[in-house]
């Protein structure tokens, strides 16, 4: 067991209460809330180093509440407790991790009740003697890369300037072989880090498995009963993989309307928060960013599936996960046992990889079809309401996303520019996780650039 509590002088808190003003009190319940899940997941999960996350990332995220907070960490329950000085039990947020299903905010739960939803755990491994993506292999040499020129770009990422990006993990495929990675400080090709929204090409990847199942209509009346026989009725599930499902919503965790911080960090419920949002413009015709359309895109898929956390982990193991060769995967779940679609997939950087090999190549997984053919074409396919935006991923319309790369690069994106950049045209991905915080900012261009520029011409 261990204690970690930050304090100040009571003179201190009165002067930050001051400056801070009333926004700071209205934030105080989502970045403890934000403190206890990440610290969770970040310890416990990503086994990260305990003084970098919560000194460098976690309490940046949330200034100036890291001055106000007191953290107590539970090795032997495996539980995070994160309260302020100030409030007290008033703001307390407690965190519970269970191994193969990451952190869970317990909110009115109990430890007892989140350990019945635990369906028994599947213990395939990788081969340890083939190459990736099959295994741990050693990786070929790729004739013709200039592997000097590659890992300087690749070095390049990591360095850390007056505003550090805190670089923490890059990836390099080129056709289909990984021809470079690095790691930060504590971080290897084993460490497990979040997606953020990068999870939510997941879960479209996932309703797309049901799709070319036969078992979701895309263009179809969205399966949710709590819409039916109200003017939610004609919201689609097109609708809701395009962001455009026309449902009031502000993508932020701060200020008076913080629902992206809502959903992930004061409730149990995620995607009960999202139908219940009320309907503002007309479904398909405005692109509103939503963590709660993905919320409820991976409910659907639970309710498909067989209605329970236990289905959704066989789904998503049994599905995709392992036919790609991902074992050691995590996809959390909601306090309810719901799947947290839109932000909380945890992958080491050879498996996000994979994940962008498996649309790269259509759909196929040298052999097994995982994603049909159309599927991919579908979710590559600029949107209507936004054309730079597909099914739950990026694409490079007219190249206004990056106007650096060619118009066939897509990526999935997420929080602190996380990215799995896939470039069609050179037969590349590009994978870079880290905890870039606001007001920084990571050059992409820069590392994208110098990756092509050390391949074949």
Known sequence: MSIVINTIKAG??????????????????????????NICSSYFLSELDYDTLTKEHVAPQIAPLGALWKIHVDEDKQTVQVNDIIFGNANTYTAYYREGFGCTLLHDSTIAKLDQQIPLRYTETESPSEPWPFGKGENPIIAGVDYAQLDDAVDNAFIQLEDPANTLAVAVIYKGNLIAEQYADGVDEDTRL???????????????????????????????????????EAITIEHLLHMASGLEWSETAQGDTPDQGNILFLNEDFAKYYIEKPLLDEPGTVHNYSTGSSALLSRIVQDQVGGTLADTYRFVNEEILHPINIYEGVLEFDTVGQPSGGANLYLSARDWAKLGQLYLNGGDWYGNQVLSQDWVDYALTPSIAKPTYGAQLW????????????????AFTGFHKQIVLVIPE???????????????DFDLSGLSEGVIASLPE
């Open 12 to 37: 201190s808190c009165a002067t930050l209460l001051l400056v801070s003003g009333c926004d700071l009190i209205k934030d105080i319940p989502v970045g403890i809330g934000y403190a206890a899940k």
């Open 194 to 232: 979040i997606g953020w929204s990068m999870t939510k090409s997941f879960t479209a990847t996932m309703i797309g498995k049901l799709a070319d199942d036969g078992l979701l209509n895309i263009t179809g009346s969205a399966p949710v009963p709590e819409w039916q026989g109200t003017n939610k």
């Open 395 to 410: 694409v490079n319309n007219n190249q206004e996303s990056w106007p650096y790369l060619p118009e066939s690069t897509f």
């Open 426 to 440: 050179h037969d590349l991905i590009i994978v870079r996780l880290g905890v870039t915080l606001r007001g920084t």
